[in-house]
């Protein structure tokens, strides 16, 4: 029976929700005088993992070219998940340049490739059966086919795309099973100097690393080639120096920053100390030395050869600029750098995406405040300098150009 306190709980939330609607309302309204670019689409379940593919293929007909989309999914209990890939159709940045107000669906709320001759079109070109939540999803650099998966079972597996029909099979079968973690995790990291060098890190403490090329035919199993231990303390990220085949970060729970080599019996040569669990780390694709942190109240700038001094931390920088009772914890919980610029990153924490341009006096530089749930995973294009993919709890994706010069 319904009691008046539950009724006046629901009448909160429900109130709450009005609230986030309103404001998404007015977003969506606003939009063409925000974005160059806007595309937003409804997933059936929300993914955990987002990741543009290094494939983009053009049209010599029309202004618009076709990209592809990794995705997973997080479904309810009781229902299958699968790792997905989409193709998106979006307009050339180097051919066309769109006028937001005669672009603009007012239907969708979108802008951007909304003419009859160019639609903005995105379809599931596959689906693979997985097993258990997709915590993270990367593709090999050296093959794009290639796709190692994190699950929420505390498995790693590993899928060659073109051993799968685009319907999905109605049993599990990966290609090659990784075995070695006993908890989840969401650290995955492909080596970009050494093909099939793959880096996993999870809640057990562990840091693995496995190497494909070792894989036999005979058995779809493979195990580590070399492990860490983290002394009990769980580990959120972990990623290859994209520079180094030895070199890689891991982030701790505990605060704790693990710069590691590999070719040493102790591994763990450096370390740094942050007051808070750090949840992201993203090496500089331009700098070899330079990489990012993210907790959830603070994104910070650290160097290999100064590990312990921050080059810039976000929470210093915003307390400086206001007073006590103004100041607002901007974290981090992803990022990713652009491609196309060093100074240039984009991360999230809560709903928020944030757009900084670390060589500019006011380094935020703009803020993509349309989602309506907690943003998952945020993606720079390697193709285009201001586009960005981000997915979130509220099961959209976004895919978004900020009319904002960075």
Request: aromatic share 10%; with cysteine.
């Amino acid at each position: 029976m319904q009691t008046e306190s539950d009724t006046t709980h629901l009448g909160g939330v429900s109130f709450l929700e009005s609230q986030v609607d309103e404001k998404y309302f007015h977003w969506k309204k606003n939009s063409r005088f925000l974005y160059d670019l806007l595309v937003t689409r409804r997933l059936l379940w929300p993914s955990l993992s987002i990741e543009w593919l290094s494939v983009v293929e053009k049209s010599n007909e029309k202004p618009i070219d076709k990209y592809r989309l990794l995705l997973g999914t997080h479904a309810a209990e009781g229902f299958p998940n699968y790792l997905q890939l989409a193709d998106i159709d979006l307009p050339d940045a180097e051919q066309t340049s769109l006028d937001p107000v005669k672009y603009y669906n007012e239907d969708l709320g979108e802008l951007g490739g909304y003419s009859p001759q160019h639609p903005c079109r995105f379809q599931l070109i596959q689906r693979v059966m997985h097993n258990g939540d997709i915590n993270r999803a990367r593709h090999m650099p050296q093959n794009p086919n290639i796709i190692a998966t994190f699950s929420s079972c505390g498995e790693v597996y590993v899928f060659d795309r073109t051993k799968y029909t685009s319907v999905p099979a109605e049993e599990f079968f990966p290609n090659v099973h990784l075995q070695g973690h006993e908890a989840e995790g969401f650290g995955l990291s492909w080596n970009r100097q050494r093909n099939g060098k793959l880096l996993t890190a999870a809640n057990d403490s562990k840091i693995l690393e496995w190497d494909l090329q070792a894989f036999s035919q005979s058995s779809n199993v493979l195990f580590p080639v070399s492990s860490y231990h983290n002394n009990s303390i769980a580990l959120n990220d972990a990623e290859y120096n994209p520079f180094h085949e030895n070199l890689y970060i891991a982030a701790s729970d505990d605060g704790s920053v693990l710069v590691c080599d590999n070719r040493t019996p102790s591994i763990v040569f450096q370390s740094a100390q942050v007051p808070s669990s750090v949840y992201s780390v993203r090496h500089n694709p331009h700098i070899a030395s330079l990489f990012a942190l993210g907790t959830e109240s603070t994104l910070q700038l650290r160097d290999y050869r100064k590990l312990n001094v921050p080059l810039m931390d976000t929470e210093s920088m915003f307390a400086k600029k206001a007073a006590p009772s103004q100041v607002t914890a901007i974290g981090a919980t992803s990022m990713s750098w652009s491609w196309s610029s060093p100074s240039v990153l984009v991360s999230a924490c809560e709903n928020l995406c944030y757009l900084w341009n670390f060589e500019s006096e006011n380094p935020l530089t703009f803020v993509h405040g349309g989602h309506r749930g907690l943003v998952n995973e945020v993606d720079f294009s390697p193709f285009d300098p201001k586009c960005v993919a981000s997915v979130a709890d509220d099961n959209e994706l976004h895919i978004w150009k900020p009319s904002v010069p960075i």
